[in-house]
């Protein structure tokens, strides 16, 4: 790992809910710990300082001397290179996609109604393409910052992973669960407890085998459901608080902060989320001693793939046979899947499609939309992170 840096400077890709959490949270971390400079890019530089503004409030009264500054996220890929070399950060964290985890609730369409019969894994290109834009901009500036991705990082960072870029962990889901898992144990979670989860772990499983997995003092508890029931029957977004303290706190151990150790979406490339250790700068893996690595993955590939989406060992992407039929109609041209170096060229595919589809409005659309105070017009989907 390269030497820290004076100022250890933290990047926010991102303006949305998730974004503004995890700065709100930071802004609560002591000044000793974590980064010192904390830089907000988004495409709409009034929502970055707006952002920035409720960070630096929130640290001034909480007497935290961290500086919260405003950028835009260049549409230029020669401009975003050109910004990052000037910032120089430590970690850089994305919280923006192509999709928006809240659409399906805010302006259902035709578009939402494809989701749900594909299943999440689908919008995986859209998740990737901001973040695989990043990690190709600090790869050609030769930059060793580390990157943190908050978009599906459980399928993600395979992805990423296999394409080259350097890509530390996620956050989320599998932090979430452990965090669930914590709170519902009380003081007897404090030593020893290990959480094997992934994304689909946000919601019950449809089966008793693919439910999470806890060990607390090197034992397996069963009963895993009933310890998460409560955070299921919590909306997701108003989960974000907890979702984005955890990423506080892993943000703030890979700046030298307080160790964590929690279920860490994607760390190392990996399916899923596994239990691991966070503390000087580093991710390492702390599986429970009756559970290889192999068994870990393959667990994790399975839920992956019934989420309706694989990644296969060179970064190609594989969707499940009913996600091809679904997409065929639509996207005939990714309905058997796509190479991982055209990720990019998947997502804008996939973009113009969702584009098409939201115009079908019809009017159950239309009456569930406003009456949720929205449009259908797809406007303002994308600066997002994945909570669902």
């Known amino acids: 790992m390269s030497r820290r840096p004076e100022r250890p400077t933290l990047v926010v890709v991102g303006t949305g809910s998730l974004a503004r959490a995890v700065c709100v949270a930071l802004a609560r971390v002591p000044a000793a710990q974590g980064p010192d400079q904390v830089h907000v890019l988004g495409r709409d530089s009034r929502r970055a300082s707006s952002v920035c503004y409720l960070a630096g409030a929130e640290a001034a009264l909480s007497r935290v001397t961290r500086q919260f500054t405003a950028g835009e996220l260049d549409p ?23 999709h928006s985890p809240w659409e399906r609730d805010r302006a259902p369409s035709a578009w939402t109604r494809l989701l749900d019969r594909c299943g999440f894994a689908v919008t995986l290109p859209l998740q990737a393409a901001v973040t695989l834009r990043v ?33 530390v962990c996620g956050v989320g889901n599998g ?62 977004e108003a989960l974000n608080p907890v979702t984005a303290h955890t990423a506080a706190r892993l943000i703030t151990a890979l700046h030298g902060g307080p160790e964590l150790r929690a279920a860490v979406p994607g760390p190392q490339g990996l399916p899923g989320g596994y239990p691991a250790k966070v503390a000087e700068g580093r991710v390492e893996l702390d599986l429970p001693r009756s559970l290889p690595l192999s068994a870990a993955i393959a667990y994790n590939e399975r839920l992956t793939l019934a989420e309706g989406v694989r990644v296969d ?76």
């Open 76 to 98: 230029d890929d020669a401009a975003l290179r050109e910004r990052l070399a000037a910032l120089r950060p430590t970690t850089v964290l994305v919280c923006a996609s192509w």
């Open 313 to 388: 060992p060179v970064g190609d992407v594989h969707f499940s046979p009913s996600v091809r039929e679904a997409l065929r109609p639509h996207l005939p041209q990714l309905s058997e899947g796509f190479a991982g170096a055209r990720t990019a060229w998947a997502a804008e595919q996939m973009q113009y499609a969702a584009q098409v589809l939201r115009r079908r409005e019809d009017p159950a659309d239309a009456v569930h939309a406003h009456g949720e105070g929205a449009t259908a017009s797809g406007r303002g989907h994308g600066e997002e992170g994945t909570r669902r």
């Open 175 to 236: 932090m979430l669960v452990t965090a669930s898992v914590r709170a519902a144990l009380g003081p007897t979670a404090r030593r020893g407890l290990r959480v094997l989860a992934h994304h689909r772990h946000l919601h019950r499983p449809d089966r008793a085998e693919d439910e999470a997995r806890v060990w607390l003092g090197g034992h397996e508890l069963g009963g895993v459901g009933q310890l998460l029931a409560e955070q299921r029957a919590v909306p997701r």
């Open 135 to 167: 990690g190709r901009a600090l790869e050609q500036i030769g930059s060793r910052a580390q990157l943190v991705n908050a978009c599906y990082p459980d399928a993600v960072n395979p992805l990423l992973y296999r394409l080259g870029l350097p890509v």
